[in-house]
């Protein structure tokens, strides 16, 4: 009689450790799927909103609010177009929406004697649209954007009598593409709206798109005919990769 208590206590002594091992195994070890359910519902997804022309972060809480990437927010927050440097001196028309490009597809036309440099500055132009991917990778598909740039001189001749003036307007997209139209008076001119037009195109990394705003216009100016930055190379050691970034840097701010 002893031993048959003594061993249904064993057996369900045991049973309970069972139990609980397989319990604790199930609490600990949690499937895949309710993992992610977890991390979702602890971390939201973030987007910027624009109040009082300032990009704010938000969560984002549902599919339906209007939030935007960072880039986005900053083109659209302030009039009137936020991501524009220096600001235009002359008119300035926002557009009516923004679209997908495709920034490995952009092809430049014009026309004279000015080849070799407008195969430089469409160089560079790529190389901005590269840089504000930041090493992710925008979605293909977009709209193919072509630009055409109408100068009235080939002339290079730069000084303080020198025009630099520019028009920039950027088209509704038309069948597969987006046509941008630069018109100058000459190359510098022109230089200068490729800057902007390269302002006016951002990064959506809550979309993965790269985005254009179209039905933008622009006419603009250099303010002053004389611009220029001093780099003092006595009194400060400069290294020689420094001194060909700093040349190349004035021609974002248009100088």
Known sequence: MKSSVFIQI???????????????????????????EAVEQSDPVWGYRCVDNRCVKTAIETEQEEVWGLQVCRLNCSEPFGTVWPKPTGSASVGNGLVAIDGRSVEFRSSGTLKGYWDLSA????????????GEDANSGGYRMVVELDVEDDSLVLNHDTVERYRLSVGQPVHDQVIVTIEAENYFGARHGLETLA?????????GDLLVMV?????????????????????????????????RQPAQPKL
């Open 199 to 207: 302002q006016l195109i951002v990064f959506d990394d809550l979309s």
């Open 10 to 36: 064993s057996l369900g002594f045991t049973l309970t450790i069972v139990i609980t091992v397989v319990a604790y195994i199930i609490v600990i070890h949690k499937t895949p799927s309710e993992s992610e």
């Open 215 to 247: 039905g933008a216009e622009i006419q603009d100016a250099p303010a002053y005919p004389h611009r220029g930055l001093s780099l003092d190379t006595v009194r400060h050691y400069v290294e020689n990769s420094l001194e060909g970034r700093f040349g």
């Open 123 to 134: 160089e560079r132009f790529r190389g901005q649209l590269g840089n504000k991917l930041a």
